[in-house]
C-alpha cells in the first residue's frame, strides 16, 4: 500500500490535485477537510462540537481528528493501491498517531508532496473558491488569516519531521493545476 501525504498552506491546491491522483494512481483520496464538513452538514454530534472551530479557522484537536480517520481507513475499497491523505497530517502528534496507526500494519508513509505557495496566491486562489463553493471559512479575510497562521505555527513544523525521513519533496504550488499535476507525478514515478 502506498500512503502519500499531499500537504501545504491553505489555498494550495492540495484537494484538487489529490483528486487528479486518486484517480491515476488508484488511490483513496481522504480530505479530513471535507469530512469535517461532512460532519457539520449532518449536524452529527461530532459535527456541532467542530462547527465553530473551523469557520474561526483554528484546529480541531488532535483526538478527534484520529476518530474521524479510523471511521474512514478501515473502509478499505476493492482495487484501492494505497491513500492520499489531505489536510492530514496537521501537527506533530497527528504525525506521530499516523506513523504509529502504519506500523502497526507494517507500512509507512511513501511520499510527502509539498506545494509551496507564495502568500498572495493563497488570498487570490481562496477568494475564486469562494465564489464556487459555499466554505463558510473562506469567506471572511481575518479566519483565512488565522488559517495561515494556524498553517505556520502548527503545520510547518511537519516539514522539518519529514525532512529528517528522506522522504519530502517539493513542487512549486504557484503554476498552473496541469503543470502541478504533472511535477507530483514525476516524483511519485520516480519513487514508485
Ligand atoms: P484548507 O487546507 O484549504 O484550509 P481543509 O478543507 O483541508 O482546507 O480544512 C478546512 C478546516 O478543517 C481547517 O481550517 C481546520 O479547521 C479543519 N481541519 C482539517 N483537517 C484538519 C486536521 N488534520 N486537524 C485539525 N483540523 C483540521
Not at 49 to 68: H, P
Not at 97 to 118: M, N, P, T, Y
Not at 153 to 166: A, M, N
Amino acid at each position: 500500500m502506498k500512503y502519500y501525504i499531499i500537504f501545504g498552506p491553505p489555498g494550495a491546491g492540495k484537494g484538487t490535485q489529490s483528486v487528479l491522483l486518486a484517480e491515476k494512481y488508484s488511490l483513496t483520496h481522504i480530505s479530513t477537510g471535507e469530512l469535517l464538513r461532512k460532519e457539520i452538514e449532518s449536524k452529527s454530534e461530532l459535527g456541532l462540537k467542530v462547527k465553530a472551530i473551523i469557520e474561526n479557522g483554528r484546529l480541531v484537536d488532535d483526538e478527534t481528528i484520529l476518530v474521524l480517520l479510523n471511521k474512514v481507513v478501515s473502509e478499505s475499497l476493492n482495487g484501492n493501491k494505497g491513500y492520499i491523505l489531505d489536510g492530514y497530517p496537521r501537527t506533530i502528534p497527528q504525525a506521530e498517531a499516523l506513523d504509529r496507526i502504519l506500523e502497526a500494519k507494517g507500512q509507512k508513509v511513501s511520499a510527502v508532496i509539498s506545494l509551496e505557495i507564495d502568500e498572495e496566491v493563497i488570498f487570490q486562489r481562496i477568494a475564486l473558491r469562494a465564489q464556487m463553493e459555499e466554505r463558510k471559512d473562506d469567506m471572511d479575510r481575518a479566519t483565512i488569516e488565522n488559517r495561515i497562521v494556524q498553517y505556520h505555527k502548527k503545520t510547518e513544523p511537519l516539514i522539518s519531521y519529514y525532512k529528517e525521513s528522506g522522504r519530502y519533496f517539493q513542487v512549486d504550488g504557484n503554476k498552473s493545476i496541469d503543470d502541478n499535476f504533472k511535477d507530483i507525478c514525476d516524483i511519485i514515478d520516480k519513487i514508485k
